[in-house]
């Protein structure tokens, strides 16, 4: 089972961007989902998690600006990212939990610089 991230990027203060997150190989059934990001000299956070009957869970410093939505048929979890700001900046990683074990993703790059 592989998990494939993309969406990153470059964008100014205040703009927005969509981050997916494919799972593709023997998936049983897929738990959780989400996102968490890891920023130059810190800990590794977790920014979203939704359930697979779509209940969300938010950190406190993206509640509001960001949205967490999965399609269940293409085993994909997408972060929508609205308001960014410079702290956002950060490698975004996201999971998927199945059968008690958790997949990650390869990581992708958010930078939230003018």
């Known amino acids: 089972v592989q998990l494939q991230a993309s969406g990153g990027g470059l964008v100014q203060p205040g703009a927005s961007l969509r981050l997916s997150c494919a799972a593709s190989?023997?998936?049983?059934?897929?738990?959780?989902m989400g996102w968490y990001r890891q920023a130059p000299g810190k800990q590794r956070e977790l920014v979203a998690d939704?359930?697979?009957?779509?209940?969300?869970l938010y950190a406190d410093s993206v509640k509001g600006r960001f949205t967490i939505s999965r399609d269940n048929a293409k085993n994909t979890v997408y972060l929508q990212m609205n308001s960014l700001k410079p702290e956002d900046t950060a490698v975004y990683y996201c999971y998927a939990s199945t059968r008690g074990l958790r997949l990650w993703g390869q990581g992708t790059q958010v930078t939230v610089s003018s």
């Open positions: 939704i359930t697979k009957s779509s209940g969300t």
């Open positions: 190989g023997s998936i049983f059934s897929i738990d959780d």
